[in-house]
DNA sequence: CAAATCCGCTAAACCTTCTC
DNA sequence: GAGAAGGTTTAGCGGATTTG
């Protein structure tokens, strides 16, 4: 059932949509999302793709569209290896352990409007998801300050009292880097009394 | 340098198609 | 249908490569 020529250009296309979607995704994470079996077998297929990537080594191979793939998924945003790929990378581990959900949106703009422009509250979710009236927002939390996660924090507090979620209160998911900004993050997300889940790297054995 | 990962090679499993 | 042919997937071994 699968194993045409046509169902492994199948599994190509629902690859590199991935990449389209998640930006950068590591060996390991392609082998779960698209269920590649082992580890030398995920290495196989990605390999006979090499023409639509672009590879990062280090430790796990990273990889993401070069412009032939691009041009196959009508791909307009061109990625580059600098910078922070590991905050791509960390919030993909939440994307996987949710059940990668239809309604995944990376990075959206929530906006309060307020009585007078300064009421007016907005926020860069790292994404969200949604099951009915349910809304999951996910933020990453890589090499950012304290200070400028309290001050998230605290508008999105203002954003849940003001219902910009809706009727349902919405849950927050982190991840972070260590234990110890685990419980920072946990501590101040209860005292906005907001519904939070803080994870750590290692708890995807990352 | 050691540890992890990649990848070439090979053999087995499996699917589809063809042929009788 | 059963069985052979032809193609792909899968997994394991081991050497090459990469990274810290």
Redesign the pocket.
């Known amino acids: 059932?699968?194993?045409?020529?046509l169902?492994?250009k199948k599994?190509e296309e629902a690859i590199l949509l991935s990449l389209k979607k998640l930006d950068f995704l590591?060996?390991?994470q392609i082998q779960s999302i698209h269920?590649?079996?082992?580890?030398?077998?995920?290495?196989?297929?990605?390999?006979?793709m090499?023409e639509y990537l672009n590879?990062?080594?280090?430790?796990?191979?990273i990889y993401y569209l070069n412009a032939a793939g691009r041009s196959l998924v009508n791909c307009d945003k061109v990625r580059k290896s600098t910078g922070n790929v590991q905050h791509y990378i960390m919030r993909n581990y939440l994307y996987i352990a949710y059940s990668c959900p239809q309604s995944w949106d990376n990075e959206i703009r929530i906006t309060s409007e307020g009585k007078s422009k300064k009421d007016t509250v907005t926020c860069v979710a790292d994404a969200v998801f949604k099951r009915g009236d349910f809304y999951t927002v996910i933020e990453v939390d890589n090499t950012q300050t304290m200070k400028k996660n309290q001050v998230k924090i605290q508008k999105y507090r203002t954003l849940k009292d003001r219902f910009t979620f809706g009727p349902v209160a919405p849950k927050f998911i982190w991840i972070t880097t260590t234990e110890n900004r685990r419980k920072e993050l946990i501590k101040l997300n209860e005292d906005k009394g907001l519904v939070a889940e803080v994870f750590t790297l290692t708890d995807f054995n990352a």
Request: net charge positive; no cysteine; hydrophobic share 20%.
């Open positions: 059932m699968h194993h045409s020529k169902q492994r599994r590591t060996r390991g269920k590649l079996k082992s580890d030398r077998n995920a290495q196989r297929v990605l390999k006979q090499e590879v990062i080594r280090s430790g796990e191979n």
